[in-house]
C-alpha cells in the first residue's frame, strides 16, 4: 500500500472545506501552500570527532492572525511534506482555539534515541544557529514535538538568548519551570481534552458520574486523561493499554496505581486483578467514552462499525481514518477531532508566551480556569457549525478554522 503524503491530505481537507463553505478562490489558493520555508543543513561534530550534517526546516504556514506556532520533531522519518502538513495543521487549530498566532512546524531528520546528550545539545542549539533569523518571540515561536522536549526547548531559548545578548524566554514554548516554563502545561492537553469531553457528554445526555471510559495509550496524554476522568468526573475507567497489550477491569481502574505499575515493569500489562485485553477489543468495548490517546490510523473503515462508545474523544492525533469518519457519523457516535480535542497543550503553550512577555507568572489555577474557557468556547462553535452546516464535528472543526483564517487575510488586504 502506499503511504499516504500528508500534505497531500492536508490539501484534500481543505478542498472539502473550501467548497462546503465556498470559500473564496483566491483565499483557497494560497491556503493551500506554505507561506515561507526555511531548509537548513547543521554540520555537528560527533563524539568520536566525525563531522555529520543533518537536514533540518522550519515551516511558516499561515501568520495571517499573528506570529506562526508550532513544534519541533527530532526524528529519523521526517520529511518536509510532513512538517508542512503539520504546519497547517497547527494554523488551523490556533485559529480554531482563537488564539492570536498563525501555524508553523520545524524538524531535523536524525535519531535522538543512537545520540548521545552532548550531541543533542550541538544540534539543538545548531539549529537555532541556522533559523535564528527566521524565528523570534514576535515571529514565530516553536515548542516541542515528537523526541523534543523540555530540555532541548531550555538549551534553544539560551542559544537564541545568547545570539539576542539578552534573555529571550518567549522564542520558544515547552520550558521547564525554572526557566520560563507555565504551571499547568504537563496535563494540559489530557485536562483540555476532558473539558471537551464534558461538554460532549451534556450533548449526548451522558453522567460522567456514572460514565465508563477506555483509553488506548497510556503515556502523557492517556495517563492523564484517565487520572483526571476519574478524580475530576468520578468516571469508571475500564480499561486502559500501551504498545505491549491492555488490561480490563469490570469494577474500574486506579489509574495512579496502573501508571507506578508501568513505571515498575515498563507496562500496564499484568496489573493486579484485571483481565487481559488486546488493543483492538479495546477500542470495541461496551463503554460510554472512548479515548484513543496513541497513535494514528486505529479506527478504520474495518472497526468503525464495532465501535459501541457513545463518544471517541480523540486525544491523539489522527486516530481515526475518513473512511471510519463516515462510518462513526452514520451510526451517531460523537467523535471530537483531533485538533479540538488535544489542543490544550498549544493552549498553555500560548499561555507560557504570554506570562514570558509580561514576566508576570499565573498560578496552576489561573492556568486552569482560562484553559477551561478556551477550550469550551472552541467546542461551542464547533457544535454550533456542524448544526449550521449538518457536517460532522471534524468538518465543522475545519469550517471555522478556514473562515477565521481567511478572515484575517482579507481584513489585513491581501486578498
Ligand atoms: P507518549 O509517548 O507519552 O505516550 C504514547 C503511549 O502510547 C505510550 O503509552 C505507548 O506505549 C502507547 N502506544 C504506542 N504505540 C501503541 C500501540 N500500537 N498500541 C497501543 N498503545 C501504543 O505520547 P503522548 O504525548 O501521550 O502522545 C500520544 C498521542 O497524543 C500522540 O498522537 C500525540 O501526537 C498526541 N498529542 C499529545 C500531546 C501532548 O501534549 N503530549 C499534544 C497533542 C497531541
Redesign the pocket.
Known amino acids: 500500500m502506499t503511504k499516504l503524503n500528508p500534505f497531500e491530505v492536508v490539501q484534500k481537507q481543505l478542498d472539502k472545506c473550501a467548497k462546503i463553505i465556498k470559500l473564496d478562490s483566491n483565499v483557497h489558493e494560497i491556503l493551500r501552500v506554505p507561506m515561507r520555508e526555511l531548509h537548513v543543513s547543521l554540520p555537528i561534530r560527533m563524539d568520536d570527532g566525525s563531522i555529520k550534517v543533518f537536514q533540518g526546516f522550519r515551516v511558516q504556514y499561515n501568520d495571517a492572525r499573528g506570529p506562526t506556532k508550532g513544534g519541533i520533531r527530532f526524528h529519523p522519518d521526517e520529511t518536509i511534506d510532513t512538517v508542512r502538513a503539520l504546519a497547517a495543521w497547527m494554523t488551523w487549530k490556533c485559529a480554531l482555539l482563537d488564539l492570536p498566532l498563525g501555524g508553523a512546524k520545524g524538524g531535523v531528520i536524525c535519531n535522538p534515541k543512537q545520540m548521545s546528550q552532548g550531541e543533542l545539545e550541538r544540534l539543538s542549539r545548531a539549529y537555532i544557529n541556522q533559523v535564528g533569523q527566521f524565528i523570534g518571540p514576535d515571529k514565530d515561536i516553536p515548542a516541542p514535538?515528537?523526541y523534543t522536549n523540555p530540555q532541548v526547548m531550555a538549551w534553544m531559548m539560551d542559544e537564541y538568548s545568547k545570539i539576542a545578548g539578552k534573555n529571550r524566554f518567549g522564542v520558544v514554548t515547552g520550558k521547564p519551570l525554572g526557566v520560563g516554563g507555565s504551571a499547568g502545561r504537563g496535563d494540559?492537553?489530557?485536562r483540555g481534552g476532558l473539558h471537551t469531553v464534558r461538554e460532549a457528554a451534556k450533548v449526548c445526555g451522558i453522567d460522567l458520574k456514572k460514565a465508563t471510559i477506555a483509553v488506548?495509550?497510556?503515556?502523557?496524554?492517556?495517563?492523564?486523561a484517565a487520572y483526571l476522568a476519574k478524580t475530576l468526573f468520578g468516571s469508571k475507567i475500564v480499561a486502559v493499554?500501551?504498545?505491549?497489550?491492555?488490561i480490563f477491569s469490570k469494577g474500574g481502574l486506579d489509574p495512579e496505581a496502573v501508571r507506578e505499575h508501568?513505571a515498575k515493569t515498563g507496562?500496564?500489562i499484568n496489573f493486579p486483578n484485571t483481565k487481559p485485553i488486546s488493543?483492538e477489543k479495546l477500542l470495541e468495548l461496551e463503554v460510554d467514552i472512548l479515548i484513543?490517546?496513541?497513535?494514528?490510523n486505529?479506527i478504520t473503515g474495518k472497526n468503525a462499525p464495532n465501535i459501541k462508545a457513545k463518544i471517541v474523544a480523540e486525544?491523539?492525533?489522527?486516530?481515526t481514518t475518513p473512511e471510519a469518519d463516515d462510518i462513526l457519523y452514520k451510526n451517531g457516535v460523537h467523535v471530537i477531532p483531533?485538533f479540538l480535542c488535544?489542543?490544550?497543550?498549544?493552549t498553555v503553550s500560548y499561555f507560557e508566551m504570554v506570562q514570558n512577555f509580561y514576566m508576570y507568572y499565573w498560578s496552576e489555577k489561573e492556568v486552569h480556569e482560562r484553559l477551561k474557557n478556551k477550550i469550551t468556547a472552541a467546542y461551542s462553535s464547533v457544535l454550533k457549525a456542524s448544526k449550521e452546516y449538518n457536517v460532522n464535528m471534524r468538518q465543522a472543526a475545519y469550517i471555522v478554522a478556514v473562515k477565521r483564517v481567511a478572515e484575517a487575510m482579507k481584513i489585513r488586504g491581501w486578498i
Open positions: 514535538d515528537v494540559a492537553t489530557a488506548q495509550g497510556y503515556g502523557n496524554a492517556g495517563y492523564y493499554s500501551d504498545t505491549k497489550g491492555g508501568k507496562s500496564v488493543n484513543p490517546a496513541a497513535l494514528e486505529v486525544l491523539a492525533n489522527g486516530p483531533d488535544n489542543a490544550g497543550g498549544v
